[in-house]
């Protein structure tokens, strides 16, 4: 089984920043897309930031050139780097890795539990 593990959440000021990881335990055979979501209470869970196996990325508008998204593919780790935090990104933020567990096994998502970040004013 594959459980990707968050950490790296807090509470920051606004204009600070911080840093994301997620690390995927368990035995994996590959890893395609890495990304981030976030959800903020009373709202849908949103994608954040996606990066591909190859390396291209996605970024969502609301975050764009403030998040960047990185993976090491040696460490099955995705990080998160959040510069010029605001209120608003105030969500738990989620971790989603896309892979399989065996050369011929399908491709599954693997959601992580999620961790907090409060950002004051």
């Known amino acids: 089984q594959v459980q990707p593990v968050e950490s790296g959440g807090g509470l920051v000021q606004a204009g600070g920043s911080l840093r994301l990881s997620c690390a995927a335990s368990?035995?994996?055979?590959?890893?395609?897309?890495m990304s981030w979501y976030r959800q903020a209470p009373g709202k849908q869970r949103d994608l954040v930031a996606l990066?591909?196996?190859?390396?291209?990325?996605d970024i969502a508008d609301s975050v764009k050139g403030r998040f960047t998204i990185s993976r090491d593919n040696a460490k099955n780790t995705v990080y998160l780097q959040m510069n010029s935090l605001k209120p608003e990104d105030t969500a738990v933020y989620f971790c989603?890795?896309?892979?399989?567990?065996?050369?011929?096994?399908?491709?599954?998502?693997?959601w992580g539990q999620g961790t907090q970040v409060t950002v004051s004013s």
């Open positions: 989603k890795i896309n892979g399989r567990v065996q050369r011929l096994a399908l491709s599954k998502d693997y």
């Open positions: 990066i591909r196996s190859g390396g291209s990325t």
């Open positions: 368990g035995s994996i055979f590959s890893i395609n897309a």
